[in-house]
């Protein structure tokens, strides 16, 4: 009887913390339902947990445009094959999208047999459309604008630099 106390109260602290970190987490069981939705998630989606359990995730809060490659994560992972630094975006209840970085994880029983996957995501939307701003204010810029990597290949060439040497981003993208 005491190790089975302890242990849902062990099992009752990690409800919690998953609860209440600050952090999206979401869980599926190997059919691909969800079956943990945290507050950081709620709050993010707009969907309560109520309104996402048991239901598929990839099927109904993917994009189209992401529903292979997430299937393709959470597939790996139920294969025992983790994957971090996965971005995608979610769909939340106002129909917009929001853009997570995902680090997908294997969730074992007792006995070792994967009963599903937990993705502990970071909310990156608002990085993501910062980068998209700066890509088109170097764009626009009246001025030639162009960048070179460490290898000392082109990694940025605005409409600027075209006007001025004839040479398109797709000519010069990526060469010394």
């Known amino acids: 009887g005491q190790d089975i106390t302890a242990r849902m109260a062990q099992e009752q602290e990690y409800a919690r913390l998953i609860d209440t970190a600050n952090a999206p987490i979401f869980g599926i069981d190997s059919n691909g339902l969800v079956n943990v939705w945290n507050r950081n998630a709620s709050n993010l989606t707009g969907f309560s947990s109520e ?3 048991g239901r ?3 099927n109904e809060f993917i994009t189209d445009d992401y529903k292979e490659r997430v299937q393709a994560v959470f597939r790996n992972a139920l294969n025992g094959v983790e994957t971090a630094n996965f971005e995608f975006p979610l ?7 929001v853009e997570v970085l995902l680090n997908a994880t294997t969730r074992r029983d007792e006995q070792k047999h994967v009963v599903g996957v937990v993705g502990i995501g970071q909310d990156i939307t608002a ?3 910062q980068e998209q701003e700066y890509a088109r204010l170097i764009d626009a810029a009246n001025a030639p604008i162009f960048g070179i ?3 000392g290949r082109v990694n940025v060439w605005n409409k600027s630099a075209t006007n001025l040497t004839g ?4 000519d010069v993208m990526g060469r010394h």
């Not at 769909?91 to 999208?97: I, L, Y």
């Open 91 to 97: 769909v939340t209840k106002m129909g917009t999208r």
């Open 149 to 151: 990597g460490v290898h």
């Open 167 to 170: 040479f398109t981003s797709e």
């Open 127 to 129: 990085r993501i459309n």
């Open 51 to 53: 309104d996402v359990m």
């Open 56 to 58: 598929h995730l990839v």
